[in-house]
């Protein structure tokens, strides 16, 4: 918490002004302020505001250097009038001349104020037994200046009867991270203080900090945090077009150092998730995780609007904050892990005993799989190869301790899951376990179907949290069986079943005749189309009210070129193209098509900041089905 605080205090702007919605602005004065309030000070003059008619309007009147002036009675009950002079950044020796918008220029006007009262101010009628001027900076002090400081706390004091104080960015975190005063509240480091964000953004905070208590962080409101995210770093895009394949419009740019101001307050936030979910949910895992994706998803969709030019100097400071959240998004996995330690290393570990594990079982497992792939692939983005061999050691006792559940999808777009761990083992050098895991989900998939068990759905989600709508159908057709399915029920087509076989194939398994041959291939036609949703182009709706023969079409979703402009932001739907491979010129033919159809993307926003994993933290979080052509690298020559 400390680190992150000191990262948010020090992204704060001297002023940050935004006339439309001044309620969710911070900057260095509202955060002195309220660090002010917390450790009982009385403050007499803001320079902006937020209350009634007057939010975040300037005083008007001559300042003298002086941007807050409070009060507040010391130990001995004297009163002391205290004058606040602010600067952005650190202070160099350059300023040491004292020119005018200087810091030390500032500090000179505010100690030269009248004693007893103050002409431009009305402070009550109060006299005051002490004064003392407090230079406050979100940045560092040069060393070479701390003589001239010292001088100048001499001076003051000898000839004004002022005294002088320095905060600098650690002094501030220093006296945030104290309990309130006079109160039993605990700190930030041992509890969560949605005071600290803008007025405007607390009482989402508070809503999904408040939430965490809820079934002991079974019930975390993750709509709460999509309120809050959408008051942060609001998504702003219309659609464009009426028709099923429109996209979203262009979005507005924040400004590069508002961005990383915010960035950093949903970093501080998802410390604070952290801390609730210690404090009262015995250290679950799964609302930080959530929330993390959500809030990365989130800044990298702004994070790409910024023009590379225009984002500067902040571009480095953006980089380390995102690379936090990911580091924090590791630690909470390897949290995880070690709760769960016991349970992966029994067989079917992860299983209940409970009527509806039909659907839990591969929920549960493939969701469990799917934090710890992208926390591996992250590991991997920042070269620590050595715990991202852990990571995958961990996994693969969870699907070999589990293997019906991870290799019995009960959603189309569990393939995501699916690929990420395929794709984690393979850059791990264990790409022989993900090969011999395609084999038994091809072959799982094929018992399945054979004995008239529901496949994976096409147009139900494995989304966190699920809808409701989906878990009813799903639960519906796994009680009635597949023959007495709801109509919204449709397992007609798969897009896990030719990425299972086409690794397979390629990479070295070996696959049963039978497993093939039990799906029906295509009718002759067109077999390439536009898409209508992913995995869920090309079905065989005709054959859906009486089901006669059971029909399963094989088929690749390619997403559209500009995909990455959508999928940090919502599931990407009715666009992009779909394939339906035949298998009637066996498995070397279909792998042949599936690699001439799956062509790369071009490069995405985050792999531009050398961040690929934030991608597929995407496609898990909004449920968009990974490109395809991720696996079609290296392959070897056929």
Known sequence: MKEDLDRYVRSLAEQEQDAR??????????????LLERRGFTIHLRSFRYEGAERRKNSGLTQLGVDIIASRRLRDG???????VLKQGNITLEMAGGARGTIFHDIELASQRPATSDAW??????????????????????????????????????????????????????????????????GLARGADASLFPPGVRPFARAALDSV???????????????????????????????????????????????RRRLAEMTLFTQMVAIECRRVAASISLPVLDTIERVICRVMEHVRRIPR????????????????????????TQC????????????????????????????RALRLSGYLAVAGLALLDVKKPRSAQRLARTLENLWTNNVPACTSPVTDDQIIEISLVFEFWRRCGMEALSVQMAMSTAQRLRWMKDLGLPLPALYQHARVPPDDEDLHVLAETHLRGWLEAPPAFNDHGSTILPLVLYLAHRRGGSVDASDVASFTPPAPGDLQTEAGSPGAKVSAEASVPGRPERLVYLQSWRPPEDAADEWYVQEIRHRGMVKVFELTHGLEAMAKEFESFNRPLPQSPAESWKLPVIDRIAWKCWRTPPPMAIFCEGVPPS
């Open 78 to 84: 004297r009163r002391c009038l205290y004058l606040f």
């Open 213 to 259: 208590a809820h079934n002991r962080g079974h019930s975390f409101d993750l709509g709460a945090v999509d309120r809050l995210l959408d008051e942060v770093l609001p998504v702003g895009r219309a659609p464009v077009g009426t028709g099923p394949g429109s996209g979203l419009g262009p979005g507005k740019a924040l400004k590069a150092r508002e961005l």
């Open 336 to 363: 995880l892990c070690r709760h769960l330690e016991p349970l992966l290393q029994t067989p079917y570990g992860l299983a209940l005993g409970a009527p509806s594990e039909r659907i839990d079982y591969p929920l």
């Open 121 to 186: 101010f009305d402070l009550e009628g109060r006299a005051f037994d002490v004064r003392t001027v407090i230079a406050v900076h979100n940045g560092d002090l040069d060393e070479r200046l701390v003589g001239m400081v010292d001088e100048k706390r001499a001076h003051f004091r000898r000839h004004r009867d002022v005294r002088l104080r320095w905060w600098d960015a650690a002094k501030l975190v220093k006296y945030a991270m104290l309990p309130p005063r006079d109160t039993a509240t605990p």
């Open 21 to 34: 919605a001044p309620e969710r602005s911070q900057d260095l004065g509202t955060f002195v302020v309220w």
């Open 309 to 332: 030019e225009e984002i500067g100097g902040h571009r480095g400071k953006i980089r380390t904050l995102l690379r936090r959240l990911l580091g924090q998004y590791v630690a909470q």
